[in-house]
């Protein structure tokens, strides 16, 4: 039977399969000058970079990593709180894309 609310890590482990099978790399990401940082670190195969941070279901970043967040996106680079193993699947796949070239 399925969890209806798996651990965290559960969901981070099999994001982080399903972006590596999309040929994504993936890295663990830790700063030890700076506390609160997302969880992962992706490149997809185009360069193209983006964090997750991971939750449980229903649960929410804390004040600190709100303000990470914020810092991180307003450089420009995509951040994202993922709480459900669809929802991070919709993440990559939005973020592998293929990139259309109109001619």
Sequence with gaps: MKNPNPLEKDIERRICDY???KGCLVYKFTSPSRRSVPDR???TLKGEVFFAEFKRLGCKPTAAQVEE???IKRQ??????IDAVDAGKTMVDAMVRPT???F
């Design 19 to 21: 972006a590596k099978s």
């Design 41 to 43: 670190l992706f490149i």
């Design 69 to 71: 967040i914020g810092k």
């Design 76 to 81: 420009g680079v995509p951040v994202f709180i």
């Design 100 to 102: 259309v070239i109109d």
